[in-house]
C-alpha cells in the first residue's frame, strides 16, 4: 500500500480581486501557488510561514473548503478534486479541521453536548441515546468531565474549549486532521497540555496530522517532517531534525534565529527580516525572498529557483544551495 494518505500537486489558489468598484481590471493574490506536497500516513507534518503566507488556505484546500483555481489532490488514493458532492461528504468523515481560534469555532448558543454531537447526527449515526453516550465517552477521552455535557462554551477556559474542539474533530474517526495553529490562542502553560493530547490521540487513533504553525519552536516538538512556506510556495522541506539541525533556505534560518534556547549559556544570533512579506498581489520578480534575503546574488531578482532535492528527503528552493 501507498505510503502517502495525502499528495498535492501544482496545487493552486488563486483569488481574484476588482481594483476598483468601476474597474474592469482584476488583481491576482496567489495564496498558494504551485504547491506539491505528499503527507505519510501516521505522520506530523508542520507547515511553517509567516501570517498570509498562504498556509491556512492550503488547509481549506485540502478539506475542499475552498476550491483549488488549479491542481491536483489526492486523499488515499482518491482525487478529491474531482469529488461529487456526495463522494466528498463520505470523504469528510476521513479529514477534519481544528480551528485556531477556540473561542469563535465554537456557537456559543449550543451546548458542548450538541456541538459534539452535530458530526453524527450530520453522517445519521447512531440514536440519540447512543449519540449521548459517544459524546460523553469523547469528553472523557480529550480530558473533560462527561458530566459537562449540557454546559456552554462559555463556561470553558480557552485551553478547554480547544479540548472540545478537538473532541469535535475526532468524533467520526477521522485519519487526517488538519491542525490550523491550534495551540496559538492559549496561554503557554495550556500549549503544552493541548499538544500532549494530540500527540497521545494520534497514537490511541493513529492519526495523520497537518500541523500549521507560524512559529517554528511549537512545530518542533511536534513534527516528523517540515515544510516552509513563504508567499504561496513551499520553499524547504525536510525531517525536523534536518530543518533544525541544518537549515538551508534563508528563510527558515531566518525563522530558526527567532525560536528561544532553553539555555542562558548559549549565544544565538538573532536574525532581523527587513520589512514586511512582499504584498502577494504583486510578488518580487525572481525568488519572491530575494527582497528580504541577506545572500541576495544577481541571479535571485531574475529566475525563481526550482524546488530541488540536495539530499535524501531534504528539498529547497534557492539558488545557492541548487
Ligand atoms: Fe536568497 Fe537568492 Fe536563495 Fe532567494 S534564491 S533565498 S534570494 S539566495
Not at 155 to 178: T, Y
Amino acid at each position: 500500500m501507498n505510503d502517502d494518505i495525502l499528495t498535492l500537486n501544482e496545487l493552486k489558489k488563486y483569488f481574484f480581486k476588482k481594483d476598483g468598484f468601476f474597474s474592469l481590471q482584476q488583481s491576482v493574490v496567489k495564496a498558494v501557488d504551485g504547491v506539491n506536497l505528499s503527507i505519510k500516513r501516521g505522520e506530523t507534518l508542520g507547515l511553517v510561514g509567516e501570517s498570509g503566507c498562504g498556509k491556512s488556505t492550503l488547509g481549506r484546500l485540502i478539506l475542499k473548503l475552498e476550491e483549488p483555481t488549479a491542481g491536483r489532490i489526492c486523499f488515499e488514493g482518491e482525487d478529491v478534486t474531482a469529488c461529487s458532492k456526495k463522494k466528498m461528504r463520505s470523504l469528510r468523515k476521513e479529514m477534519q479541521i481544528i480551528f485556531q481560534d477556540p473561542y469563535s469555532s465554537l456557537n456559543p448558543r449550543k451546548t458542548i453536548g450538541k456541538i459534539i454531537e452535530e458530526p453524527f447526527i450530520i453522517h445519521g449515526i447512531g440514536d440519540r441515546k447512543q449519540r449521548k453516550e459517544k459524546v460523553k465517552k469523547l469528553l472523557d477521552l480529550v480530558g473533560l468531565r462527561p458530566e459537562y455535557i449540557d454546559r456552554y462554551p462559555h463556561e470553558f477556559s480557552g485551553g478547554q474549549r480547544q479540548r472540545i474542539g478537538i473532541a469535535r474533530a475526532i468524533s467520526l474517526h477521522p485519519k487526517l486532521i488538519i491542525a490550523d495553529e491550534p495551540v496559538s490562542a492559549l496561554d503557554v502553560s495550556i500549549q503544552a497540555q493541548v499538544l500532549n493530547l494530540l500527540y497521545a490521540l494520534q497514537e490511541e487513533f493513529h492519526l495523520t496530522y497537518l500541523f500549521i504553525a507560524h512559529d517554528l519552536s511549537v512545530v518542533k516538538f511536534v513534527s516528523d517532517r517540515v515544510a516552509v512556506m513563504y508567499l504561496g510556495r513551499i520553499v524547504e522541506l525536510a525531517k525536523s531534525t534536518k530543518i533544525y539541525n541544518n537549515s538551508l533556505h534563508p528563510y527558515t534560518e531566518a525563522l530558526l534565529s527567532a525560536v528561544p534556547v532553553p539555555d542562558p549559556t548559549m549565544k544565538k544570533k538573532r536574525i532581523i527580516l527587513e520589512g514586511d512579506p512582499p504584498n502577494p498581489i504583486d510578488p518580487p520578480s525572481g525568488c519572491y525572498f530575494h527582497t528580504r534575503c541577506m545572500y541576495k546574488m544577481n541571479i535571485c531578482d531574475k529566475e525563481y529557483p526550482p524546488i530541488k532535492e540536495v539530499e535524501k528527503g531534504h528539498f529547497v528552493a534557492c539558488h545557492i544551495r541548487c
